[in-house]
């Protein structure tokens, strides 16, 4: 495996005369990959039952693979700044245009049998012969325009206009217009504020804006075919077939944003912070429809149709001072935020493993059976058995068969106890209910400190997210057996069995998790409430230790600023999660990271 980048950029700027500025750039990123690949076959032995599984040998092959992608973009911007009326209004002024376009070709070959294993070429094998090949790529072409106005360092206007055109729509519909404004005042520099010593910052601001996304398949617009065998007559032949139906009025999809906020800071800044209020509403989102069954097996285009909302208020606080020699700072966020879904199929919904999309709920909220935790012992048993006489009681009232109770089988001791949470008299996958806030955690928050003294500097990041919860469903925490695999020690240590029990049938030390079963059971596995996690942290993002030498010490070396520093990244989390990282969830974790270094000013 082989890789090559190349990444250039050239930039000019010209002043013709003060105030007006013309700039340009260009950008050309180049990169291939060359993949070979030839099987190696190794014996493999089966040490449970004492045979050999495959015996090493196989039919050679070689492949090879040549991935290469180019990437232009070049910009450009016109901007003119001036005062007028005594230097009061202030005027800015700014229109540019840019253009990118991205390509990526691929080329395969592959042959079978080759003369001597250790040959890498394709010409060293002489069997049964296959290549193939695509090229894929997309462009934007956009125009920008923005205005600044302002007065008296009093009030200021701010209107933003951008049209963006892209290749991944048709003509008719590839344009699409995104305008934003916002404006603010400063109170504090009124003068009726002039008399107000303990206030030294007070702007109101309002903002709203639209905002574009065309992060769709470079092709969803159009029909695409694929090569495809057809039997006419006695022979078979090559031909197309249709893969993906059209969609002629694929766009742009459109986020609207509506903002208000305060900033203010008291006793000469030292004590500052914001508060801001959001409504995000994206609309035209792209969604797969129903469709009838007579499109065949092609598959068919998505739609501009579905709507999110979200709303939420933001806040961030500061402390700043110093004392002579010793200075410090302390800032803080918290954010709180919900979304909604609006508009997507109605009262239809969609379901993506143990989440679902549907009008009136949050994003992928958790859809969940409802538990009562584990079938510890008999006071337990009693509550299964009075299900059952339930159901037998209504069936011979109404003249029928009993029904059957539990769905996964009736649980015994050790066994999670589901709920009949519709009142149906049956425990099945109907009771399931919702859980959560969706996919996105509505709290997150962050603080960020330092001090310095004589040279010597302190800081730390904490980020803190709360509200999430997911259903941990990972191989490793589970109560299952299998060949081969190991027992997480939490599950095993904290199981259901029947030690728990004393001499009369009642538990001793309630189970945490129920009874260990073979790997084939899926009853006590189940995504369940009794499954869910929070995946709430607090964790310390940075902490930085550094010492400055004093410039006294770096005169005679013609060295303006030395610095030494140690660095520890993600080595502190505080959380209940029972994977890797609540942060990442199922994705890599983060990395933990220590490092020293050294920062050098001439």
Do not use: C
């Not at 504090?188 to 007070?202: C, G, K």
């Not at 914001?274 to 797969?288: E, S």
């Not at 001793?508 to 084939?520: F, I, N, S």
């Not at 030395?562 to 080595?571: Q, W």
């Amino acid at each position: 495996n082989l890789s090559r980048n190349l990444q250039t950029r050239f930039y000019a700027t010209v002043k013709p005369f003060k105030g007006l500025s013309v700039s340009a750039s260009y950008a050309y990123h180049y990169s291939d990959n060359e993949q070979w690949q030839k099987p190696v076959f190794i014996p493999q032995w089966n040490f449970l039952e004492d045979v050999m599984m495959t015996d090493g040998v196989g039919r050679t092959n070689i492949s090879n693979k040549t991935t290469r992608a180019t990437r232009n973009f070049m910009d450009g911007t016109i901007r003119y700044e001036n005062k007028f009326f005594d230097d009061k209004f202030d005027f800015q002024v700014m229109v540019g245009a840019s253009q990118e376009q991205w390509e990526e070709r691929i080329t395969s070959a592959s042959k079978y049998d080759l003369l001597d294993p250790a040959l890498d070429v394709i010409d060293g094998a002489i069997g049964d012969a296959s290549a193939g090949g695509s090229r894929k790529g997309w462009a934007m072409r956009s125009f920008f325009g923005r205005v600044n106005l302002g007065w008296d360092n009093k009030y200021m206007l701010e209107v933003n206009l951008r049209a963006d055109g892209s290749s991944r729509f048709l003509p008719n519909e590839r344009w699409g217009y995104f305008p934003s404004t916002s404006a603010a005042w400063r109170l504090d520099q009124e003068a009726f504020m002039a008399d107000i010593d303990w206030l030294s910052t007070l702007k109101l601001r309002a903002s709203y804006g639209l905002l574009g996304n065309n992060s769709v398949g470079n092709y969803d617009a159009i029909s695409t075919y694929s090569k495809s065998n057809y039997i006419l007559g006695n022979g078979v032949n090559m031909g197309l077939s249709q893969t993906a139906i059209s969609n002629t009025s694929l766009t742009w999809e459109s986020t609207y944003i509506t903002n208000g906020g305060i900033d203010f800071g008291f006793l000469n800044n030292r004590l500052t912070g914001t508060i801001d209020v959001f409504n995000k509403r994206t609309a035209n989102i792209l969604i797969n429809l129903p469709a009838p069954a007579v499109h065949g097996e092609a598959s068919i285009p998505k739609k501009n149709s579905a709507e999110v909302v979200n709303n939420g208020i933001e806040l961030t606080l500061g402390w700043q001072d110093n004392l002579n020699d010793f200075s410090y700072y302390v800032n803080g966020n918290f954010t709180y935020v919900k979304n909604k879904v609006t508009k997507y199929k109605g009262d239809e919904r969609s379901y993506s493993g143990n989440t679902f999309l549907q009008e009136g709920y949050p994003i992928n909220i958790l859809y969940l059976r409802p538990t009562d935790g584990i079938v510890q012992d008999q006071n337990d048993l009693k509550k299964v058995q009075a299900m059952l006489d339930a159901e037998d009681a209504l069936a011979k009232a109404e003249g029928r068969s009993p029904r059957k109770v539990y769905s996964d089988g009736t649980p015994g001791l050790g066994d999670i106890l589901y709920i009949d949470s519709n009142g149906d008299g049956l425990v099945n996958y109907d009771d399931r209910v919702t859980y959560g806030s969706g996919d996105t955690p509505p709290v997150s928050l962050g603080m960020n400190a330092g001090l310095t003294w004589k040279g010597i500097d302190f800081s730390f990041l904490l980020q803190g997210v709360f509200g999430g919860k997911t259903v941990y469903s990972g191989a490793e925490y589970r109560p299952t057996t299998r060949v081969g695999f190991m027992i997480n020690e939490e599950i095993a240590d904290n199981r259901w069995h029947s030690g728990l029990l004393d001499s009369n049938g009642n538990i001793t030390t309630p189970a945490k998790y129920p009874r260990l079963g073979y790997e084939t059971e899926k009853k006590n596995t189940d995504a369940s409430e009794f499954w869910m996690v929070s995946q709430n942290y607090l964790r310390v993002k940075n902490i930085q230790l550094g010492y400055t030498l004093p410039k006294s010490w770096l005169n005679h070396i013609n060295m303006e600023k030395l610095r030494i520093y140690a660095s520890l990244e993600n080595f502190f989390t505080i959380t209940n999660y029972p994977g890797l990282d609540p942060e990442s969830g199922w994705g890599y974790p983060a990395m933990k990271q220590a490092s020293v270094g050294i920062n050098l000013t001439f």
